[in-house]
Structure formats: C-alpha cells, structure tokens
C-alpha cells in the first residue's frame, strides 16, 4: 500500500487545517487507519485512529474533541479534521494503515505501511 499524506501548513492558534491521505495499491477498506505525528526531539506518538469502516474511532486524550479522523473508502482516502489548533500540535504528521485490533491502536508498531508525513505549524 502507498500512502500520499497532504494538507499540512502553518496556521494560527485556534485554526483550523484538515489534513488528507490517498492510498493506492491495495483495497483501502481492508485496513484500519491512523495518525500519528512527531515532534522535533520527540518519538512519534499515536493521534487517531479508524475501523475499516470508520464506525470505531480511537484519539489520544489531548486532541479530543479537537480532532476528528475519517475514512472515505470509495476514495481510498483517510482525513484528519483539526480544530482548535494549539501550538503543541505542530509536529510532522503521518498517516499509517495496517490491521492491528482496537486495544493495539496506540502502538507505532502495530501499522504496516506509512505514508511520508505532512508539517503543520501552529503559531501562536
């Protein structure tokens, strides 16, 4: 599966951006899907997450409510809406797919295929 993660940039606290990854390759509605992001000097730490359908969702606690992940399988595309940006959310963000359960979400290595990340930048 390939990934092309978009819709990073810069934008101003309390903004918004909304961020795309287009698979290709393999049928996209087999696979769950996630977010994660890196900061610079951090490890890569898990956003969101989606069921093949998208009718499970999981976040980590600090973008609850802000964010909102995704899934459009007729076009092979997973979305990260961001709301209420914070400047701690500036980071590289990934995209990832792969087949882990529910309760492994949350572990980098649990995700088969990456996309290449996107940069956003929240000023403040």
């Known amino acids: 599966v390939q990934l092309q993660a978009s819709g990073g940039g810069l934008v101003q606290a309390g903004g918004s951006l909304r961020l795309s990854c287009a698979a290709s390759?393999?049928?996209?509605?087999?696979?769950?899907v996630a977010w994660f992001r890196q900061a610079p000097g951090k490890e890569r730490e898990f956003v969101a997450a989606a069921s093949n359908n998208g009718g499970s969702r999981s976040y980590r606690d600090s973008v609850k409510g802000r964010f909102t992940i995704s899934r459009d399988n007729a076009k092979d595309t997973v979305y990260l809406q961001m709301n209420s940006l914070k400047p701690e959310d500036t980071a590289v963000y990934y995209c990832?797919?792969?087949?882990?359960?529910?309760?492994?979400?949350?572990?980098?290595?649990?995700?088969?295929?990456w996309g290449q990340g996107t940069q956003v930048t929240v000023s403040s």
């Open positions: 990832a797919v792969g087949r882990a359960v529910f309760s492994a979400w949350s572990e980098r290595r649990s995700w088969l295929y």
């Open positions: 390759g393999e049928t996209f509605s087999n696979y769950r």
